[in-house]
C-alpha cells in the first residue's frame, strides 16, 4: 500500500501469499520510497480503496484484512490528512472485488458491496454507477489520467463508463477472472 513516498508492506492473511513482496519492497527502496512493514494484524492491497482527489481512504474489514491491519493503513494515510474509513466487506473476497472509485467523485458499484459499505462510499461521491449484477466483473478497472482500463466483455458497464467522460480501453481478463483477479490485481497504484 503506497501513499506518496510512504509504502506500507503488508501482512498477508493467506500464507501462499506471504513473502511475494520481497522484490517489490527492494525496488521501491531503489526508487526513494520509504518502505516498513505491519508486525501484526493482516492487510490485502485489494481491501484499501483510495479517493485521492477527495482525501479519503476506504478500508474494507474483511477475511484478508482486520481491525489491526486498518490500523496500520489509517497511520499510513492520516499521516498525509487523509480520511480513513472502515467498511465491512462479507460478500466477497475484498472490497475492490465490489466497488471502485473513479476522480471526480464517482464511484462504480456492484451487488457485492455491502449496504454499510455502500452508503459510506456513496455519501461522498456525487454518482454512483450502478454495475449490473451479470457484469460485476467489470467494477475493478484502473484509472490512468482519463482513461479507465477495464476488463473486455462488458458492454453496459463500458457505456456507463464512457457516458461519464472517460475513454475506456478493454482488456482481455477471462484467465485472470478464473482466479479471482482483476485489473487493480495486477497493478501497483501509487497515490501522489
Known amino acids: 500500500v503506497v501513499c506518496q513516498k510512504d509504502v506500507l508492506m503488508t501482512k498477508q492473511y493467506a500464507q501462499s501469499r506471504r513473502g511475494e513482496g520481497d522484490g517489490i519492497e527492494t ?3 531503489k526508487l526513494g520510497f520509504s518502505a516498513y512493514s505491519m508486525t501484526s494484524g493482516f492487510c490485502d492491497g485489494g481491501d ?12 474494507g474489514l474483511s477475511k484478508r484484512t482486520d481491525k489491526t491491519g486498518f490500523t496500520w493503513v489509517k497511520r ?13 466487506v462479507t460478500k466477497c473476497l475484498h472490497l475492490m472485488t465490489g466497488v471502485c472509485y473513479l476522480t ?20 461522498h461521491c456525487k454518482k454512483v454507477i450502478d454495475v449490473p449484477a451479470k457484469e460485476s466483473y467489470a467494477v475493478n478497472v484502473v484509472q490512468v489520467g482519463s482513461v479507465v482500463v477495464m476488463p473486455g466483455g462488458y458492454e453496459l458497464t463500458q457505456e456507463k463508463i464512457s457516458k461519464a467522460g472517460y475513454t475506456v480501453f478493454t482488456v482481455p481478463m477471462s484467465e485472470f ?13 501509487v497515490s501522489k
Request: with cysteine; hydrophobic share 55%; glycine share 8%.
Open 104 to 123: 471526480g467523485g464517482i464511484a462504480l458499484l456492484s451487488e457485492f458491496v455491502d449496504h454499510e459499505a455502500r452508503n459510506a462510499i456513496a455519501a
Open 76 to 88: 499510513l494515510f492520516e499521516k498525509h490528512a487523509y480520511t480513513v474509513i472502515p467498511v465491512p
Open 48 to 59: 484499501v480503496l483510495v479517493a485521492e482527489d477527495l482525501g479519503i481512504v476506504w478500508v
Open 177 to 189: 477472472e478464473k482466479a479471482d483477479g482483476g485489473a487493480t490485481c495486477l497493478s501497483l497504484l
Open 27 to 29: 525496488a521501491l527502496q
